[in-house]
């Protein structure tokens, strides 16, 4: 079983839609990353979150260190979000450990 | 402040030959590593080091050679290219040791790598 699972591992979606991406993992962590990936390569950090919920405009994620889940949501998706999301935890001996994404895309 | 940068982005190269990818990065971070990212397999880690003189490998080590004589540094050399090392690799960094001390993880561009 894989340390990290995401789900779905692909989405469509049309523009304005409520968007939610999941992340579990079976190890305990201290803190957990989401990562967006566009088309062409770059990947930046989205969000580093130990505990409750964060917003960035309209990313919010939220995490339940408890059940080991993690949500990331889009509101009002724009084509611009189309991406690769995806999130990472810690492993053992300072390794990170990724999902292998979710790859959305937002038809206008 | 460039942040991580990553050279060179595009690269093909014959089954044996030997190349080393450059990452530096500007901001004093500590840690830094080397992931290689191939269709469904996700992030995968080569090689990582928290702080100059210190080096480890990761998850798919074979075949790489890395080495960390500045902070600023950590080159990935390709010993004898492989057509199984055909990928888009990543270098990554983050302030202090270990991404998650608080840190967010910055990433270069990518290198596009095909061996032929």
């Known amino acids: 079983k894989n340390e990290v699972e995401q789900s779905p591992q692909n989405l469509t979606a049309q523009e304005g839609e409520f968007i939610t991406i999941n992340c579990s993992y079976s190890?305990?962590?201290?803190?957990l990353h989401w990562l967006q990936q566009h088309p062409g390569g770059g990947i930046v950090s989205l969000f580093m979150?130990?505990?409750g919920k964060k917003k960035h405009g309209r990313l919010i994620a939220t995490i339940n260190i408890q059940e080991k889940h993690s949500s990331l949501h889009i509101t009002a998706s724009h084509p611009r979000d189309s991406a690769v999301y995806i999130c990472a935890v810690p492993g053992r001996d300072d390794k990170i450990i990724f999902g292998k994404g979710t790859r959305l895309h937002i038809l206008p | 402040n460039a942040g991580v940068t990553q050279t060179p982005k595009f690269q093909v190269l014959k089954t044996g030959q030997s190349m080393t990818l450059q990452c530096a990065q500007d901001m004093n971070h500590e840690y830094m590593s080397w992931y290689r990212q191939d269709p469904g397999m996700g992030l995968r880690l080569i090689h990582y080091?928290?702080?100059?003189?210190?080096?480890d490998q990761g998850e798919v080590p074979n075949g790489y050679n890395v080495s960390r004589s500045t902070t600023e540094d950590f080159p990935l050399r390709l010993l004898s290219a492989a057509p199984s090392q055909t990928s888009v690799y990543f270098c990554?960094?983050?302030?202090?040791?270990?991404?998650?001390?608080?840190?967010?993880?910055?990433f270069g561009e990518g290198s596009w790598l095909t061996v032929v």
């Open positions: 190890v305990g962590i201290s803190a």
């Open positions: 990554a960094s983050s302030y202090s040791s270990g991404p998650f001390s608080g840190n967010t993880i910055y």
């Open positions: 979150l130990s505990s």
């Open positions: 080091s928290v702080g100059a003189g210190i080096t």
